[in-house]
């Protein structure tokens, strides 16, 4: 305890106190001005403010981009996603445009009116017929998987099974033969070479007349029914029947004979030889052009065969002689 240092003991004298937090006395000051504390307060009034203004601002946005992203709540097809599948679609629609100018049309015409092939922009056929799941049997197994004909004359198109086309080329087909009038598409024209707009066929509003006749599954059961009353069904009245003229169908597109002449006023006889395999024709004749009323009507068949038609009488004019299953087949018959 002896050699333990003792702390000097502060005199009386001594006991000024030690300035220690000695600072200029404008700084060294216990409390904050009014202005000073003021100030704090406002400040980080201010900031909170900032802040909550931040946070209103990020959440807002996120609500924002939400509806934005997932789309508006009961509005169909607004969400970014189904923006983005319907663009896919329409694409898929177009090369399927594309795909059919190129190999289709040449036998089923450009719009689907119908040629070589059948008719396919058929609203009732789009309706009730041409299902994706149809169309992608008829291009798969060809032809014949639509009447059982082994000679039809439409070929397999899909790779799977021998033919040009692949998978998806078959679906961008069926995704075009299916479009709607709402689908929109801009295309190379295959003939100018301009772009063009296309619109899909299928109209979603069409809705079949009631009681009217279901298309048939094969197409020339179509036009198997109702037989013209003038058809072949109409004995021959002996004697009394004009010339006979000799027409036949060459090529599933083309009659042999462009134009014939008959007499006003005299029934007349037609001998039509059709000579495609598998595919039916007959010769009907309509007032002036393709179009215009029909007078007459013949038994529809398929090839190869020959039908002896009996025409009634006819007053003087202009006729066009076509083939009810294929209008583009035509002819003109004068008769004076
Ligand atoms: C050489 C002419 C030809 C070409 C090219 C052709 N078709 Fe056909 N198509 C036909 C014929 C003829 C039929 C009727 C066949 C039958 O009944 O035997 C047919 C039938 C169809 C049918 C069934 C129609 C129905 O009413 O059931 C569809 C669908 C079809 N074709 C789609 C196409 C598509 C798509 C292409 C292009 C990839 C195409 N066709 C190319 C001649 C053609």
Not at 84 to 112: D, F, P, T
Not at 235 to 264: C, D, K, L, R
């Amino acid at each position: 305890m002896s050699d333990e240092k003792q702390l000097p003991v502060p005199s009386e004298k001594a006991s000024t106190p030690v300035p220690r937090l000695s600072s200029p006395s404008q700084i060294q000051t216990h409390g904050l001005t009014a202005e000073r504390a003021a100030k704090i307060v406002n400040q980080s009034g201010s900031s909170r403010m900032a802040a909550l203004l931040g946070i209103a601002i990020v959440t807002l946005f996120i609500i924002v981009y939400a509806f934005y992203d997932q789309g508006l709540p009961g509005v169909e097809g607004s969400s970014r996603l189904d923006a983005a599948k319907h663009e896919q679609y329409l694409e898929s629609v177009k090369r399927g445009y594309n795909l059919y100018e190129a190999n289709c049309a040449r036998c089923h015409g450009e719009q689907g009116q119908g040629g070589i092939g059948p008719v396919l922009n058929d609203q009732g056929k789009l309706l009730a017929h041409l299902t994706p799941q149809y169309l992608m049997n008829v291009l798969t197994v060809g032809g014949r998987y639509i009447c059982g004909d082994a000679n039809s004359l439409m070929g397999v198109w899909a790779d799977t099974n021998g033919g040009p086309l692949n998978y998806r080329e078959i679906e961008e087909l069926i995704d075009w033969l299916r479009a709607t009038t709402d689908d929109v598409v801009k295309v190379r024209d295959p003939k100018t070479g301009e772009m063009i707009e296309v619109t899909g066929w299928r109209d979603v509003a069409y809705a079949p007349a009631p009681g009217a006749t279901p298309v048939p599954a094969c197409w020339k059961d179509a036009f198997a029914v109702s037989p013209s009353p003038s058809g072949p069904a109409t004995p021959t009245p002996s004697g009394g029947m004009g010339e006979t003229y000799v027409i036949s169908a060459v090529s599933p597109i083309e009659f042999e004979q462009s134009a014939f002449e008959a007499a006003a006023g005299v029934p007349f006889t037609i001998v039509f030889n059709n000579n495609n395999v598998g595919v039916p024709h007959n010769v009907a004749i309509h007032v002036e052009t393709a179009t215009g009323e029909e007078v007459f009507k013949g038994e529809i068949f398929s090839g190869i065969g020959t039908r002896t038609y009996n025409v009634p009488a006819l007053t003087a004019g202009t006729y066009a002689f076509i083939c009810t299953v294929h209008p583009i087949m035509a002819g003109t018959l004068t008769v004076k």
